[in-house]
C-alpha cells in the first residue's frame, strides 16, 4: 500500500499455529469459526514490513525480522528471505531495522546461525526495556546465537535502545506501546496527510475488538497490556488510519469504524 510517497509491502516468514488458549484460559472459537482451519487451530502469518520511497530516499527500513529458518509444533518460519527478494530487496540494502519487540518470532532473522549479521549495513533499532529483558538479563526465550549477536552488533554501535517515543527515520516514528512486553513499540508511518499504524503485537487479532477480555498467553503484563490494546483501538478509530498487526489474518490493513453497534473491524 502507500502511505502518501512511502511505500509498504507486508512480507510473510512462515505461520504461528495456536488454539484458542493463545488469548486466555477462557478463550473458545466458538463464533469465530471463520477465523480457524480444519485443525481446529488458528493460522496466523508472521509478518514483517518493508518500507520504501518517499522521504526515505533510497534508503529501506525493514520492521520486524521474523522467526527464521526453524519450524516447529507452534512455528513455521524461514520464508523471509524469499519474500524479501520477490519484493527486490536484498538483505545488503536494508539500512534499517526496527524490531516491535524481541519475541523469537520477531527477531530471528537478525543474525545468521553463526551469529552474524543478516542485514549486514543495517542499524537496528529496539525497545530499551526489551533489551534489557531478552538479551542482558535473559529472562525470556532468545536463542543463544541471535542473543550473541545481538551483544556484537550493541558493541559495533549499530544497536539503538529506545525509551518512549522515537524518530526512527524521515517518516517512520515508534511509539511506545508496553505490557505485551517492556520495550513493545507500534511503528507509525506517515507522509503529508496520511498514516498508518504498524501494531506489532500489541493488538493479536482483530477479533480482540470484539472479545475485550481476550489478551495473550505470552503478555508479560496483562493489565498493561489490555490497557495498551484499547489505546491503540480507540486511536485507530479517532484517526480513521488503517493498522495491521504482525499476526493478522493476511496481513490484512483495516479501519475501526464507530456505529450505533458499537466499534467494528473492517479490513
Known amino acids: ?3 502518501g510517497e ?3 509491502t507486508a512480507v510473510n516468514d512462515g505461520e504461528f499455529i495456536t488454539g484458542p488458549e493463545y488469548f486466555g484460559p477462557l478463550a473458545t472459537f466458538e463464533g469465530h469459526e471463520d477465523l480457524v482451519g480444519p485443525d481446529g487451530k488458528m493460522h496466523m502469518p508472521i509478518g514483517c514490513f518493508v518500507v520504501q520511497g518517499g522521504p526515505l530516499g533510497e534508503e529501506t527500513v525493514l520492521v520486524d525480522a521474523g522467526l527464521g529458518e526453524m519450524s516447529g509444533d507452534t512455528f513455521i518460519g524461514g520464508k523471509l528471505m524469499g519474500e524479501l527478494a520477490g519484493a527486490g530487496v536484498r538483505p545488503e540494502t536494508v539500512g534499517t531495522v526496527v524490531c516491535s519487540h524481541l519475541h523469537i518470532d520477531h527477531c530471528g532473522w537478525l543474525v545468521d546461525g553463526d551469529g552474524k549479521a543478516t542485514f549486514p549495513n543495517a542499524a537496528l533499532f529496539v525497545g530499551e526495556g526489551d533489551w534489557t529483558r531478552f538479551v542482558v538479563e535473559g529472562t525470556d526465550l532468545m536463542l543463544p546465537q541471535v542473543r550473541d549477536g545481538l551483544r556484537r552488533l550493541l558493541d ?3 544497536v539503538t535502545l529506545i525509551e518512549g517515543d522515537a524518530p526512527i527515520a524521515p517518516g517512520v516514528t515508534a511509539l511506545a506501546a ?3 512486553t517492556p520495550g513493545h513499540l507500534v511503528i507509525v508511518l506517515s507522509e503529508g496527510l496520511e498514516r498508518a499504524i504498524l501494531l506489532g503485537d500489541a493488538i493479536s487479532c482483530p477479533v480482540q475488538l470484539d472479545e475485550t477480555e481476550w489478551g495473550a498467553i505470552s503478555d508479560v503484563d496483562p493489565a498493561l497490556a489490555r490497557r495498551t490494546r484499547e489505546r491503540m483501538w480507540a486511536e485507530l478509530e ?3 488510519d488503517p493498522g495491521v498487526g504482525a499476526h493478522f489474518p493476511d ?3 483495516g479501519r475501526v469504524l464507530a456505529g450505533e453497534g458499537g466499534r467494528r473491524w473492517r479490513s
Open 1 to 3: 500500500m502507500k502511505i
Open 6 to 8: 512511502l511505500s509498504l
Open 156 to 158: 559495533d554501535g549499530r
Open 178 to 180: 508496553p505490557g505485551h
Open 238 to 240: 479517532r484517526s480513521g
Open 251 to 253: 496481513l490484512k490493513f
